[in-house]
Nanobody
């Protein structure tokens, strides 16, 4: 499985960005997907996740500001980020989870539950 992120950049507080993650090498619709981020000096944290039937979950700090979505026809996952804050500055990674299914009980933001990872795209929020 190969995952490639794009869409990162530098924005001012209050701005928006849309990240993309293109997957190849597997049946995209059979995997659960997630976005993670790692700020300098901090551990990687789960940001958003989506399971096979479309249920989603988010870390509290981004609820109401970020939206995760999937386009199975394009083998692409997105993260729409709005009202960005300086604390959102981090390297953002997409990840795939092979052992997954439908239903809320499959939602997880734990890094250890994901097997495949992209190399990341940098998001910087500063004035």
């Amino acid at each position: 499985v190969r995952l490639v992120e794009s869409g990162g950049g530098s924005v001012q507080p209050g701005g928006s960005l849309k990240l993309s993650c293109v997957a190849s090498g597997h049946l995209f619709g059979a995997f659960c997907m997630g976005w993670f981020r790692q700020a300098p000096g901090k551990d990687r944290e789960g940001v958003a996740t989506v399971v096979l039937d479309g249920y989603t979950d988010y870390v509290d700090s981004v609820k109401g500001r970020f939206i995760i979505s999937i386009d199975n026809g394009k083998n692409t996952m997105y993260l729409q980020m709005t009202n960005l804050k300086t604390e959102d500055t981090a390297m953002y990674y997409c990840a795939a989870r092979r052992i997954c299914g439908s239903g809320r009980h499959y939602l997880t933001l734990r890094e250890v539950d994901y097997e495949d990872w992209g190399k990341g795209t940098q998001v910087t929020v500063s004035s």
